[in-house]
């Protein structure tokens, strides 16, 4: 997969919540809360990893990886598998990715991370334009074929 830039790590909040769950001031009810939405995308486009859920202990969390961007248009908000990403990182100039770990057995879900995915916005736009500038400032051939 493309490099992934800008990488929030939520591992520090996810202890932050699970602390208050130990300490008993917020309740399971309020941690383990996944839409349906959230679940079916679970199912149909999560990626399983070999994670314990900290509360049940007892099935595997599930990644769900979101995305969202201005050139995704439609497309923006959906799940998408692991495998799709690279393929939209070479097609896409920039997109954020949101990875959700669910549980389908308690419903837990929480925000792991989030990373911007996507060709590097100024090589892309040169790259895009079809040129290519020289050393002295003034561009090659095919820079000027693709300003006609």
């Given amino acids: 997969m493309r490099t992934q830039r800008q990488v929030v ?21 309020d941690v383990c809360d996944a839409s349906p939405y959230l679940k079916n995308a679970a199912r149909f486009h ?3 990893t070999d994670h314990r859920c900290p509360i049940c202990r007892s099935e595997n969390l599930i990644h769900v990886h979101y995305i969202y ?3 995704l248009k439609q497309s923006a908000g959906q799940a998408r598998t692991r495998a ?20 389908p057995g308690c419903d837990w879900n929480h925000l792991v991370e989030q990373f911007l995915l996507g060709r590097d916005s100024l090589a892309g736009e040169a790259e895009d334009a079809g040129e290519s500038v020289a050393a002295n400032g003034s561009t090659t051939r095919r820079g000027r074929e693709a300003q006609r």
């Fill in 84 to 103: 799709e990403l690279p393929v939209l990182a070479m097609t896409l100039r920039e997109f954020q990715v949101f990875v959700v770990e669910v549980c």
């Fill in 9 to 29: 790590d939520y591992s520090l909040q996810k202890r932050a919540v699970l602390r208050e769950l130990l300490a008993g001031r917020i309740g399971t009810y």
């Fill in 46 to 48: 999560g990626e399983p």
């Fill in 69 to 71: 961007g201005d050139e």
